[in-house]
C-alpha cells in the first residue's frame, strides 16, 4: 500500500515521499511522482529514514538516571519528575533554558516553543546554520525572496556561488542538470573538492572565506566599464558611499586576497556585465557564509547581482534562501510568551557556563548541539553544571548520553507533521505511516502532558494543524492536504519585479564595509572546512558507521603532504588541540583547505567540533565554523 508522507529533515528540498509497504513487510521510501520539486526520486537519507526508524540502537522508552546509570521508567513518572523541577522554577524562569534546532521540521515541532516561551525561560539566539547570509539578505533587500527555483530554466548563465548540488540540494541539481541540457552556461565558484565538477561548465577555485573580494573586482570592473544598471542606482538607497567604496579598491590586490586570476575576473564580468542580454542567475551556497565575514560575502555578490540588473528579472535573480516557515502560520507558538534572556547558541557552552542566574534546568529537542556547536569539550563541562536536563530524541547522541531524562520521541513517518521549504513554495504533508515505536510518542502530545501537569492549556493538534494553513498565500483544506500530501502557496515566480524592496523608502541596501580576511596564528596555515556529508543530515547518523577513523582530504600538491609519516598516525589539529585521521587527496581542491565532511559523534572520536573554536559571523551572529585555522602533523 501506498502512503504520501514528507521527509521532515532539515533540508532545502522538503521532499514528499511515497512509503509502500508490503504484505511482506517489506518497506520503501520513494519520491512523490506528483510533486513538482520531489519529481519522483529522492536521497539516500530519505530512502533510509525506514532503517533509521528499526535501528536496534533506538531509545523507545523513557530513562531516567538513577545513580549514575540510565533506567527505564513509565511516562508518568518521568513527566512528573520533570513537571516538579520545573513548577520549582516557575518564579526564576531564566534559570531554566530551552534548546531547540532543527533535527526534524515542521509547525507541530514547534509544541516546546509554545511550553517553554508560556514559562517564559530563556532560550537561544544567534545560529549554527544560515543566519549570517539571511540577516545579510535583509539588511540588502529588506526581506527574503527569490525566484521560483524552476525560473533558472529561463536563466542564460547560471553562477553558482558555492553550493554543492551533488549533497546539500539534489534536487536543484536535477534543475541545474536541465538547465544545462538546455544549453545555459553553469560556473561554479568554490574552493573545490566538492561534486560540482559535473553540474557546471567552467569551474573556479577561490580561497575560502573570500568571495566578497571577487565580487567586489567584478562590481568595480563593471563601473569601470559602464555597465552598471541605471535604474538599480536610483533604486540603492546608498549608491554614493558604496562608490567610494569600490573606487578606492585596488583590483590586483582584490584578486590576491580570493586567489582569482585575471582571466576569471574577465570572464564573469563579460557574464555579468550582460553583454549577450541573456539573464544570469546567481545561486549563493551556504558554505561561504559560514566565515567570519560571510555576512560581507553574501551582501557584495547580491551587490553583483543587483547592480548588473540581474535581479527582478525572469531567468535572474540571487537565490539565497527564503523562510520555511513564510507560508505556514505558527503564532500559536512563538506568541505564546517572551523569553527571559537569549544566550548564544554558536557559544552555548561558554554561555550557559557564565549566565547569571545560573541554569539549572535545560530541555533540549530536535538537538544534539553538545556535538554540533564549536568549542564542542566547553559543552560537556557546561552541561555537567546544570541540574536537571531533558532530552527529547531517540538516540543515545552526545547530548542526550549527558541527559538526566530521555524522553524518547517519535520519528519521521511515524508521526504527523506539515512543514514548508526554505527553497521552493510547496507545503508537504509528514503522515503517520507506522505507529511510533514501543512506547515513542509525537513531541506535540509530550509537551501537552507536561503543560497540563503546570496547569498551562496545550492548544489542540488538529487545531494547530489547521490554523498552519491560515496564511495568505495557501487555499488548501487540511483534508485536502492529508490526501494529496502537498499545496502550492502562492507567490510571484520573479522576485522583486516591482523592483520595490521591503525596506520602508522601498530602495535596496548596497554594502558599508569591506572588511580584509584576518591572518591565521603562526603554525597554523591552513583552513578546516566542516562540510555536509552526502549520504546522512548532520549528526543523524548510525552509531555502526562510525567505527573508523574519520577521513580528511587535502590537495594532492599540499605541501604537508611531503612533510607527514605515513607509517605513523596523523592528527588534525587546531589551537584547540587534535584528533586522529585518515588522510586522503584531491586534486581539484585549494591547498590551502582541509575537508573533514560533518556530523561525526565525539563518543566516537568523529567530531570536529571539539577542534573547533567559537568564531562569530560579521552579521547574523552565526557560527563561522570554516575560519577554522588548522594543520596535519603526527
Ligand atoms: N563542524 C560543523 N558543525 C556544524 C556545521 C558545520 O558547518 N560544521 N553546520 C551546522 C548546521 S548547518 C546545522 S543545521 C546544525 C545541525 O545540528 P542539529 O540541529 O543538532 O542537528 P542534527 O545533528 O541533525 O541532530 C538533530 C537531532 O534531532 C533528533 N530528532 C530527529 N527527529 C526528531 C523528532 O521528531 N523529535 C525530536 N525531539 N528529535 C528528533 C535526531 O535524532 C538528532 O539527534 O549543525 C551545525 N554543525
Ligand atoms: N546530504 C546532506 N544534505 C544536507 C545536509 C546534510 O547534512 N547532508 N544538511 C542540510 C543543511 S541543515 C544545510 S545548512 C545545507 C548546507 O548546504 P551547503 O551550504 O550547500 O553545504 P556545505 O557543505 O556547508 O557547504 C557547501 C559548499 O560550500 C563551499 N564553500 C565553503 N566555503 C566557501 C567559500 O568561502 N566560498 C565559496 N564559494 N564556497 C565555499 C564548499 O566547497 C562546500 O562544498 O545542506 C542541507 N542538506
Ligand atoms: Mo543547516
Not at 596523523?570 to 585518515?582: D, F
Request: glycine share 8%; hydrophobic share 40%; charged share 25%.
Amino acid at each position: 500500500m501506498d502512503h504520501i508522507s514528507a521527509c521532515t529533515l532539515d533540508c532545502p528540498d522538503c521532499c514528499s515521499v511515497l512509503v509502500r509497504t508490503g504484505d511482506d513487510g517489506n518497506v520503501s521510501i520513494t519520491g512523490n511522482p506528483d510533486h513538482p520539486f520531489t519529481k519522483g526520486f529522492i536521497c539516500a537519507k530519505g530512502r533510509r529514514a525506514y532503517t533509521r526508524l528499526c535501528a536496534e540502537d533506538r531509545i523507545t522508552t523513557p530513562l531516567m538516571r538513577v545513580n549514575g546509570a540510565f533506567t527505564p521508567v513509565d511516562w508518568d513518572t518521568a513527566l512528573d519528575a520533570i513537571a516538579d523541577k520545573i513548577a520549582a522554577l516557575r518564579e526564576t524562569p531564566a534559570a531554566m533554558l530551552h534548546i531547540r534546532s532543527h533535527g526534524y521540521r515542521g509547525v507541530l515541532a514547534e509544541a516546546s516553543t509554545f511550553l517553554f516561551r508560556s514559562l517564559g525561560a530563556s532560550s537561544t539566539r544567534g545560529a549554527l546554520c544560515d543566519d549570517a547570509g539571511i540577516e545579510a539578505s535583509i539588511m540588502d533587500f529588506g526581506a527574503l525572496h527569490h525566484n521560483d527555483p524552476h525560473d533558472l530554466l529561463n536563466a542564460g548563465f547560471i553562477i553558482n556561488w558555492g553550493k554543492d548540488f551533488s549533497r546539500s540540494s539534489l534536487h536543484l541539481g536535477q534543475i541545474i542538470k536541465e538547465a544545462r541540457k538546455r544549453g545555459k552556461k553553469v560556473i561554479t565558484i568554490s574552493p573545490g573538492g566538492d561534486g560540482n565538477a559535473e553540474y557546471s561548465d567552467t569551474v573556479i577555485r577561490i580561497r575560502p572565506g573570500t568571495d566578497r573580494f571577487l565580487a567586489a573586482a567584478l562590481i568595480r570592473k563593471l563601473l569601470v566599464r559602464g555597465y552598471a544598471s541605471s535604474t538599480a542606482l536610483l533604486k540603492s538607497a546608498n549608491w554614493e558611499s558604496f562608490k567610494e567604496l569600490i573606487s578606492a579598491q585596488d583590483e590586483r590586490r582584490l584578486l590576491q586576497a580570493c586567489d582569482c586570476s585575471q582571466n576569471d575576473l574577465n570572464m564573469l564580468a563579460n557574464i555579468y556585465a550582460n553583454m549577450d542580454m541573456k539573464p544570469v542567475a546567481s545561486i549563493l551556497g551556504w558554505g561561504l557564509q559560514r566565515h567570519v565575514f560571510g555576512g560581507e560575502n553574501v551582501r557584495f555578490i547580491n551587490a553583483l547581482a543587483f547592480l548588473s540588473g540581474q535581479v527582478g528579472r525572469k531567468g535572474g535573480g540571487v537565490y539565497f534562501n527564503i523562510s520555511s516557515g513564510r507560508n505556514l502560520n505558527t503564532s500559536w507558538a512563538r506568541d505564546a510568551g517572551t523569553p527571559a534572556r537569549r544566550l548564544l547558541i554558536p557559544a552555548i557552552g561558554r554561555e550557559i557556563l557564565s549566565a547569571e542566574p545560573a541554569i539549572r534546568f535545560l530541555w533540549v529537542d530536535g538537538s544534539n548541539f553538545v556535538n554540533q556547536t564549536p568549542d564542542a569539550a566547553t559543552n560537556i563541562k557546561a552541561m555537567e553544571g546544570i541540574d536537571c536536563t531533558v532530552v527529547v530524541d531517540s538516540y543515545m547522541t552526545d547530548t542526550a548520553m549527558r541527559a538526566d531524562v530521555i524522553l524518547p520521541c517519535a520519528q519521521n513517518h511515524e508521526r504527523e507533521e506539515i512543514l514548508g521549504s526554505c527553497l521552493h513554495n510547496h507545503v508537504q504533508y509528514s503522515a503517520e505511516v507506522f505507529p511510533p515505536k514501543g512506547e515513542s510518542r509525537h513531541d506535540f502530545d509530550i509537551m501537552s502532558d507536561l503543560a497540563r501537569r503546570l496547569g498551562i492549556t496545550p492548544p489542540d493538534r488538529e487545531e494547530v494543524l489547521r490554523q498552519a494553513l491560515d496564511t495568505p498565500f495557501l487555499s488548501t483544506s487540511l483534508e485536502e492536504l492529508r490526501d494529496k500530501g502537498f499545496a502550492t502557496a502562492n507567490h510571484p515566480a520573479i522576485a522583486w519585479e516591482e523592483y520595490e524592496f521591503a525596506h520602508p523608502d522601498g530602495k535596496y541596501r548596497l554594502p558599508e564595509t569591506l572588511h580584509t580576511e584576518p591572518a591565521f596564528p603562526e603554525g597554523f596555515d591552513m583552513q578546516l572546512m566542516s562540510l555536509v556529508h552526502r549520504d546522512y543530515l548532520h549528526s543523524q547518523i548510525p552509531e555502526t558507521a562510525q567505527n573508523t577513523l574519520p577521513t580528511v582530504w587535502v590537495n594532492s600538491g599540499a605541501p604537508v603532504l611531503g612533510t607527514l609519516d605515513r607509517d605513523k598516525p596523523i592528527y588534525l589539529a587546531t589551537p584547540k588541540g587534535r584528533m586522529e585521521v585518515t588522510v586522503e587527496v584531491l586534486t581539484d581542491l585549494h591547498p590551502r583547505c582541509i575537508i573533514i565532511r560533518r556530523g561525526g559523534w565525539m563518543k566516537h572520536g568523529a567530531s570536529a567540533n571539539p577542534l573547533i573554536e567559537t568564531r562569530i559571523t560579521d552579521i547574523g551572529e552565526t557560527a563561522a565554523y570554516y575560519s577554522q585555522p588548522a594543520r596535519l602533523e603526527n
